[in-house]
């Protein structure tokens, strides 16, 4: 069935250092892959998206990476701050359905 | 502007209950999805309703039911409950629910079944 992965789990890093948070995908008909990030006691909120004709899409200190032959995608974070401190989720969607499937989480954690 | 708005925040219920949450868009979005957050895992998909109809539903049981309204509120109701439905339920609002629709989530409503 559709199944997203994501690693690693945890990922603490000294703040100004990069964060690399990797998912892959199962469905190869996946076309649309959004990241959240979720504060404590928030819902999740969209920082970042790529769709599948694009390998690569950048917005300041985030970046995105699509690989589609290999089914993976990853979040770049550069010049980490602590407010970068959340969990951050993947998800992934394919035409012709309105849901996503999320990977389980990374929580990021940044060190002043 | 006002987010999405979820009610209640917190609820307790106990198993064989039923309970009814509720939503209400961003002003403009005539899309609501409902998700479920099981603690340390990432959101799951219940529903989408669009212009007060069903567009999408995962993989969740009969229990489960939603509605919408001609104001695009929404309420997600699940009878018969199990330990198991203790989780965060998240909704979140779009334009049209089209994919690539940014979706705006609630804070959700943390749901314990005792």
């Known amino acids: 069935g559709e199944n997203v992965e994501q690693h690693p789990s945890t990922l603490s890093v000294q703040e100004g250092d990069s964060a690399v948070i990797k998912c892959t995908y199962s469905?190869?008909?996946?076309?649309?892959f959004p990241w959240y990030k979720q504060e404590l006691g928030k819902g999740p909120q969209l920082i970042i998206d790529i769709r599948s004709n694009v390998g690569e899409k950048k917005d300041q200190r985030i970046a995105v990476t699509l690989n589609k032959t290999a089914k993976h995608f990853s979040l770049h974070i550069t010049e980490t701050q602590p407010e970068d401190s959340a969990v951050y989720f993947c998800?992934?969607?394919?035409?012709?359905?309105?849901?996503?499937?999320f990977g389980t989480g990374t929580r990021l954690k940044v060190l002043a | 502007d006002a987010g999405v708005t979820q009610s209640p925040t917190h609820l307790i219920k106990t198993r064989g209950q039923q309970v009814t949450l509720r939503c209400s868009p961003i002003?403009?979005?005539?899309?609501v999805s409902w998700y479920q957050q099981v603690l340390g895992q990432g959101p799951q998909f219940i529903f989408q309703?669009?212009?007060?109809?069903?567009?999408g539903r995962g993989n969740f049981p009969d229990r489960f039911s939603a509605r919408q309204f001609p104001n695009y509120s929404s309420e997600l109701n699940v009878n018969a409950l199990l330990l198991g439905d203790s989780a965060l339920y998240l909704c979140?609002?779009?334009?049209?629910?089209?994919?690539?629709?940014?979706?705006?989530f609630g804070p959700g409503t943390r749901l314990t079944v005792l």
């Open positions: 469905d190869s008909a996946s076309n649309y």
């Open positions: 002003s403009g979005h005539k899309s």
């Open positions: 309703y669009y212009e007060k109809e069903e567009r």
């Open positions: 998800a992934a969607s394919k035409s012709g359905t309105y849901k996503y499937i």
């Open positions: 979140a609002s779009s334009l049209t629910g089209a994919r690539t629709d940014t979706q705006y």
